[in-house]
């Protein structure tokens, strides 16, 4: 019988994988078959790492993507749920060793009989080809995943009887390198996510490594089971009894054990926290989701228990934080003050959690093709297809959540007559230009989502919904707000902004609206108000918002500024302001504002007046939390820039258009946190000088629009924290030095960016 071998080797520059294939390939697992254990032959398998180890998967890797678009097969869908297919390799193989294993007539054609063979072998080697570049893909994908989650490659199973004794448990979650002719290092993992024992609890480490054992070398798998363990006490009886637990429900089924250490670790959630993660399965696959709109969504739907000194919205980041703590969310990306800003369910994760949804009837995800499926459940989200049909079999629905374009006028205005008791409705991003009258009936609507649609009015009626709680309508095509809208007592999130499609290489900013005015009043509960216009009525008013914690105002005149200023220092919760004048040429009386002082970010966009500057820049300066400000259309004068250097919090500043002068130095003590620099449009800036010890903490330098850069930053050299640099309508000269790789001052920088004009509108290339 005629048995072919593929093997590949890896490249260097991903010297964190290990394979190990100490017996010959199973034909049985390459045919699809479920009793064939998939790790049998060649095993990819990765245990998680410390946060602090995040360059042990090797420092030569390009930036990895936010979504994996590749999946293991042990963690895709359709394995998860037990089925599997036969692989269309698998049988073009069989089919070709059958023919070459086929006796040969003594009266054939020989010429034919060997031309034949030679077919079915170049088959044979093309579909070996064709194996190796999709092993090596998967490979690379899973180095990208180890990268990109902190996870590094190890061995699957370190008490594995075929093979030498390759590792030994050093302590709870460490697996050591031992000496077996692999390349040092290859099996070296930290599954700190198991929780690490002291060495006053020696017994913990016999059931860290049954842990360990246990989850056979799935990541998630380690990650979960560690931070459960993290939840409990550090005791042999408490570790013995999780390990009975999970023991218990346990199969001979790999993925089904997977499934149960992931259930186990799911049914340990606090009830509430519990319906917050189950909601993160509504969105669909590989979503990124973000923290304040989703923190919204949660206490519209009623998961968050009320606390004595927080808002809602404040515990239910808590929930958040924990999650992500657990390792049932997957942090994306987190913003420059540390808050995570962006994240993920993993897949594996994803599929047992609408498993437990669907059981349960509190949710449902649909597509065209599953309409039957919905029965009981509580919240609807809709992914793939229409709702119209729909609207007489679900009037128990609660939520609906929609992710497609599809949206019809008349579908939503079925569906809303059937559904009366609905307290969740987003359109994000749909195609629908109008509410129907009948999504104004439904009394119990808490969360209005029309982000990003074509909506252009709101109708008068939205005064019926008197329990709403978010009107979430941002980068929408609203330009003004009915009066009725001042009826919503209960209204906490109000976010109404336009973003002008402009094709500029300046900065465009967003329109606000106009709003109500007289009756701004009765909007108290007022925690989040984007965008509005300003007027010298408005200002009256504003003064009655107390809790307000985010706030931005647009088309603010210099006559307007006193009275505003005043309301602004009543908001003594204020942690997000927005100032924006009425056009680049008014001027903005700081000296007025004495800010709040637990503010964290302020946008100023307007002329500065240069006398009270200084007085400003010192008040802001005593500000502990404020760690962004963002200055567009200020002007400023060179000797304005050593005041700046008295906000010693900052860790993101950005100048768009508001630097006038022809150089800028930094000096040795400025900016000690700062990670983000950003110069957009300084027509006349010249020189930029760094002293040895200035922005110690810089990981993002972008200068845009400065036509009269010819050098790079003095002392950039000394910045080592220094990742990205990006260049964009510099003077040509620079730009063609650093494309050409003639600035060796800047070989420290892992990305370098130059930029260009493409359809009127800034782009970038990578130059290293």
């Known amino acids: 019988m005629l048995r072919v071998y593929i093997g590949t080797v890896l490249e260097k520059?991903?010297?964190?994988?290990?394979?190990?294939?100490?017996?010959?390939?199973?034909?049985?697992?390459?045919?699809?078959?479920?009793?064939?254990?998939?790790?049998?032959?060649?095993?990819?398998?990765?245990?998680?790492?410390?946060?602090?180890?995040?360059?042990?998967?090797?420092?030569?890797?390009?930036?990895?993507?936010?979504?994996?678009?590749?999946?293991?097969?042990?963690?895709?869908?359709?394995?998860?749920?037990?089925?599997?297919?036969?692989?269309?390799?698998?049988?073009?193989?069989?089919a070709a060793m059958d023919v070459m294993s086929m006796p040969i007539a003594p009266d054939a054609d020989a010429v034919a009989n060997q031309a034949e063979l030679e077919a079915q072998r170049q088959a044979l080697l093309h579909g070996a080809a064709d194996i190796a570049r999709a092993q090596q893909e998967l490979n690379i994908t899973l180095c990208e995943y180890n990268a990109a989650h902190g996870f590094v490659s190890v061995s699957a199973n370190p008490a594995r009887p075929t093979l030498p004794q390759l590792s030994e448990v050093d302590d709870v979650g460490e697996i050591k390198n031992m000496d077996c002719g692999l390349p040092s290092g290859s099996f070296e993992i930290r599954a700190k996510k198991i929780r690490k024992a002291q060495e006053h609890f020696p017994p913990l480490h016999y059931w860290a490594h049954k842990f360990v054992e246990k989850c056979?070398?799935?990541?998630?798998?380690?990650?979960?089971?560690?931070?459960?363990?993290?939840?409990?006490?550090?005791?042999?009886?408490?570790?013995?009894?999780?390990?009975?637990?999970?023991?218990?429900?346990?199969?001979?089924?790999?993925?089904?054990?997977?499934?149960?250490?992931?259930?186990?670790?799911?049914?340990?959630?606090?009830?509430?926290?519990?319906?917050?993660?189950?909601?993160?399965?509504?969105?669909?696959?590989?979503?990124?989701m973000q923290r304040k709109w989703l923190v919204r969504l949660w206490v519209a739907e009623g998961f968050i228990e009320a606390s004595e000194h927080k808002t809602l919205e404040e515990v239910a980041e808590d929930y958040?934080?924990?999650?992500?703590?657990?390792?049932?969310?997957?942090?994306?990306?987190?913003?420059?003050?540390?808050?995570?800003?962006?994240?993920?369910?993993?897949?594996?994760?994803?599929?047992?959690?609408?498993?437990?949804?669907?059981?349960?009837?509190?949710?449902?995800?649909?597509?065209?093709?599953?309409?039957?499926?919905?029965?009981?459940?509580?919240?609807?989200?809709i992914q793939r297809g229409d709702i119209a049909h729909l609207a007489e079999s679900v009037p128990h629905l609660r939520s609906l959540l929609v992710f497609q374009n599809s949206l019809t006028f008349g579908s939503l205005r079925s569906f809303s007559r059937s559904v009366k008791l609905m307290s969740v409705l987003n359109l994000q991003d749909s195609s629908i230009e109008g509410l129907p009258n009948e999504v104004f009936d439904l009394f119990n609507l808490r969360f209005l989502g029309l982000r990003r649609t074509k909506i252009a009015n709101l109708s008068r009626h939205?005064?019926?919904?008197?329990?709403?709680?978010?009107?979430?309508a941002w980068k929408s095509k609203i330009t003004n707000l009915p009066v009725e809208i001042t009826r919503l007592c209960k209204l906490?999130?109000?976010?109404?902004?336009?973003?002008?499609?402009?094709?500029?290489?300046?900065?465009?900013?967003?329109?606000?609206?106009p709003?109500?005015?007289?009756?701004?009043?009765?909007?108290?509960?007022?925690?989040?108000?984007?965008?509005?216009?300003?007027?010298?009525?408005?200002?009256?008013?504003?003064?009655?918002?107390?809790?307000?914690?985010?706030?931005?105002?647009?088309?603010?005149?210099?006559?307007?500024?006193?009275?505003?200023?005043?309301?602004?220092?009543?908001?003594?919760?204020?942690?997000?302001?927005?100032?924006?004048?009425?056009?680049?040429?008014?001027?903005?009386?700081?000296?007025a504002l004495n800010p709040p002082p637990l503010l964290q970010k302020i946008f100023l966009q307007g002329k500065l007046d240069n006398e009270p500057l200084p007085r400003f820049?010192?008040?802001?300066?005593?500000?502990?939390?404020?760690?962004?400000?963002?200055?567009?259309?200020?002007?400023?004068?060179?000797?304005?820039?050593?005041?700046?250097?008295?906000?010693?919090?900052?860790?993101?500043?950005?100048?768009?258009?508001?630097?006038?002068?022809?150089?800028?130095n930094f000096r040795a003590t400025s900016f000690q946190k700062l990670r983000v620099l950003k110069i957009w449009g300084a027509p006349h800036l010249r020189q930029i000088t760094i002293e040895r010890g200035a922005l110690p903490s810089l990981v993002n330098l972008k200068l845009l629009l400065c036509p009269e850069l010819k050098l790079l930053p003095g002392g950039i050299e000394h910045v080592s924290t220094l990742e990205e640099l990006t260049l964009n309508s510099t003077a040509e000269e620079l730009v063609e030095r650093v494309r050409q790789k003639r600035e060796e001052i800047i070989s420290h920088v892992q990305r370098v960016y130059v930029g260009f004009v493409r359809n009127g509108e800034l782009a970038a290339e990578r130059i290293q």
């Open 13 to 94: 520059w991903y010297p964190s994988t290990v394979l190990v294939a100490p017996d010959p390939p199973a034909f049985a697992a390459a045919r699809g078959s479920c009793a064939c254990r998939l790790a049998s032959s060649v095993e990819v398998l990765m245990a998680g790492a410390a946060e602090d180890e995040k360059g042990a998967a090797g420092e030569n890797f390009a930036p990895t993507r936010s979504e994996r678009q590749a999946k293991h097969p042990l963690e895709q869908a359709e394995n998860i749920a037990g089925t599997s297919n036969v692989p269309l390799s698998a049988t073009m193989f069989q």
């Open 216 to 288: 056979n070398g799935l990541p998630i798998a380690i990650v979960c089971i560690g931070r459960l363990l993290s939840f409990k006490s550090a005791t042999f009886l408490e570790w013995e009894n999780v390990y009975r637990t999970l023991e218990m429900k346990f199969t001979n089924n790999f993925i089904l054990d997977m499934n149960i250490i992931l259930k186990v670790s799911l049914e340990d959630l606090p009830h509430n926290m519990k319906n917050c993660f189950l909601y993160c399965c509504m969105f669909p696959e590989n979503h990124v």
């Open 320 to 381: 958040l934080t924990e999650l992500i703590n657990r390792c049932l969310l997957l942090e994306v990306k987190r913003n420059e003050s540390g808050y995570v800003d962006d994240f993920q369910m993993h897949d594996i994760l994803r599929v047992l959690a609408l498993s437990k949804a669907r059981e349960e009837n509190f949710c449902i995800v649909l597509d065209y093709s599953r309409t039957h499926l919905i029965g009981k459940a509580r919240r609807l989200s």
């Open 462 to 472: 939205i005064g019926r919904l008197q329990n709403l709680l978010v009107l979430d």
């Open 492 to 513: 906490t999130h109000l976010i109404v902004t336009m973003k002008p499609l402009i094709p500029s290489m300046q900065y465009v900013p967003s329109i606000g609206v």
């Open 515 to 591: 709003a109500p005015i007289s009756g701004m009043c009765s909007l108290a509960s007022l925690q989040t108000l984007l965008l509005v216009e300003s007027s010298s009525e408005m200002v009256n008013y504003l003064g009655a918002l107390v809790l307000l914690r985010s706030f931005s105002i647009s088309k603010v005149q210099g006559r307007h500024c006193e009275k505003l200023f005043i309301a602004i220092t009543n908001m003594v919760h204020l942690t997000r302001l927005g100032i924006h004048a009425y056009d680049d040429e008014e001027v903005l009386q700081l000296d």
């Open 617 to 664: 820049f010192l008040s802001i300066g005593t500000l502990k939390s404020l760690s962004i400000l963002r200055l567009v259309w200020s002007k400023l004068q060179e000797d304005m820039s050593c005041y700046l250097e008295e906000l010693h919090q900052l860790v993101k500043l950005q100048l768009y258009d508001a630097f006038d002068g022809n150089k800028i």
